[in-house]
């Protein structure tokens, strides 16, 4: 457990959609933000006398801020002085904050305000960010500082990360958020390691900062306010992350067991970096609790340098899903292959001579074939690039044949029995509207399995059932190959029904 506080943020153009998410807010914020710059300007100071007078025994933080530094629309220094003088006039609540800009602090009297002081770089981490705080700390004498940065890699939010371990030293309230994906962490685990305050949205689509994560996660998935400094960190590695079911899955895994522990999504661009600044204990740049990670595209071959056990599965396999970081080394897995494997036997039964077709020459590929190449199956790879998958249908001893996603070529698949999409085409996101086949070419085949699980019915699983032939999306994949990753981390049999749920859910919403 710690003492930190979830600040939920609320805006709106309306005084009563402003009124009407506050009372949403009220049941699992310990302070609501009120973003006052989202008003219309034509009902602002009416709404403002409205909602101050709302009875609500929560801690309101009160934000009024201009478009150049995150704000709602754009607003001159006169017409900021005026709201704020206009607010501290009508305020007759105790339990309120005020988060100003640096730049009243020499223009209003706030000597009887509880204040919040932001400051917000939305081009990236200033080099002189320790610099920057120091002095915004002496000029202001807040009672929290908030420094909001934008991060690009995970390693981008470092810098803001430390600033956090120096105010704890100091014996300072600060917040540090590294904003977008690659910044995610800092909000979920800030409270952990001393922030006093993290924000979060009212529900997906309402965020008011990029990277934000609604209320119900960081209370229900991440547990924000039960963890602490020894809470063991595990997490996903890979770009994008922020589509990923994983988290939703290994953290119900954890709860079911109340194990003192959280799964996070790591946006890594540069995976050297991350190595040495973030995960060898000799090296990195941050003091935490690191268990151990899931392995995405694009690193699932280039972890294999940094490691220092391979599992035989996974050297045959040629690519790696799961570390387990213990005593200091990293240790390397594959489980995507058992993974894949499981429920594709369930489904169509004996493989043995099995005519199969795998679109794709990547991680998920190369764990497919060595499945399959266990069970007697014949594959055949299908890839844009030849000379790129050259190597691996040389490695596995495969036929390789052009892959090109349309419906030109009516007659390619003819001969399968089996068609797996092991590319990222139909993934959520900016291939969502993509397939890798349409419904005339996968007619003679039995069974189409899609690796992609989100979104759960993609356009390739929509042709396919157009020409209705069998199909299998990838959740059941993700599931079966999660719960060998949770085995491998915590030596506990995984609660797959609460790990297929938490998912589902996820999905769903």
Not at 424 to 434: A, C, D, V
Request: proline share 3%; glycine share 6%; charged share 25%.
């Amino acid at each position: 457990m710690n003492n930190g506080k979830i600040c939920v943020s609320v805006c709106a153009e309306t005084a009563s959609e402003f009124i009407e998410n506050i009372k949403r807010a009220e049941e699992f914020a310990d302070i609501i933000e009120l973003r006052f710059d989202c008003l219309r300007e034509n009902e602002l100071y009416s709404a403002v006398q409205e909602i101050l007078s709302l009875s609500c025994e929560k801690t309101f933080l009160i934000t009024f801020r201009p478009k150049q530094q995150g704000g709602r629309r754009e607003l001159s220094l006169r017409e900021r002085i005026k709201f704020w003088e206009f607010l501290f006039f009508n305020n007759k609540r105790k339990n309120l904050y005020a988060d100003f800009e640096f730049d009243l602090q020499s223009v209003l009297n706030l000597k009887s305000t509880k204040a919040v002081f932001s400051f917000h770089d939305f081009a990236g981490v200033p080099e002189n960010l320790e610099m920057t705080c120091d002095f915004y700390q002496k000029l202001t004498n807040a009672d929290i500082l908030k420094i909001a940065v934008q991060a690009d890699d995970v390693t981008d939010s470092l810098a803001v990360w430390k600033l956090l371990e120096k105010a704890k030293k100091d014996n300072k309230q600060l917040v540090p958020i590294a904003m977008g994906e690659a910044g995610k962490w800092t909000r979920i685990l800030g409270l952990a390691h001393g922030a006093p305050i993290t924000y979060a949205s009212l529900e997906a689509g309402k965020e008011t900062a990029a990277g934000q994560i609604t209320a119900r996660e960081m209370i229900d998935v991440y547990r924000v306010k039960e963890l602490n400094e020894e809470s063991e960190i595990y997490g996903i590695i890979g770009k994008p992350v922020s589509h990923s079911l994983s988290p939703f899955m290994h953290n119900a895994a954890f709860k079911f067991y109340d194990l003192n522990a959280v799964y996070i999504p790591f946006a890594v661009k540069n995976l050297d970096e991350f190595i040495k600044r973030i995960v060898r204990a000799e090296t990195r740049e941050i003091d935490w609790n690191l268990k151990g990670f899931s392995v995405t595209i694009p690193h699932k071959q280039a972890i294999f340098k940094h490691l220092d056990e391979i599992d035989e599965t996974a050297k045959k396999i040629g690519a790696v899903n799961t570390v387990k970081i213990e005593s200091g080394k990293l240790y390397g897995f594959n489980t995507d292959a058992q993974g894949f494997i499981e429920p594709l036997k369930t489904a169509f039964g004996n493989l043995q001579n099995a005519k199969v077709a795998i679109l794709g020459n990547g991680g998920a590929a190369r764990a497919a074939i060595y499945a399959l190449k266990n069970e007697g199956a014949i594959i055949t790879v299908f890839a844009r690039n030849l000379q790129k998958a050259q190597s691996l249908v040389n490695e596995f001893q495969v036929e390789l044949k052009e892959f090109t996603n349309d419906n030109s070529q009516l007659n390619t698949f003819r001969d399968f029995d089996i068609l797996v999409n092991a590319t990222l085409l139909g993934s959520k996101g900016e291939f969502e509207n993509e397939t890798p086949a349409y419904a005339a070419q996968v007619e003679n085949v039995k069974l189409v399995y899609d690796l992609i699980y989100n979104p759960f019915e993609t356009k390739f699983i929509k042709e396919a059932r157009k020409a209705n032939v069998p199909t299998m999306g990838g959740l059941a994949m993700l599931i079966a190959q999660g719960s060998k990753q949770f085995e491998i981390w915590t030596a506990k049999d995984a609660p797959m029904r609460e790990m297929s749920a938490a998912a589902l859910r996820k999905i769903e919403n």
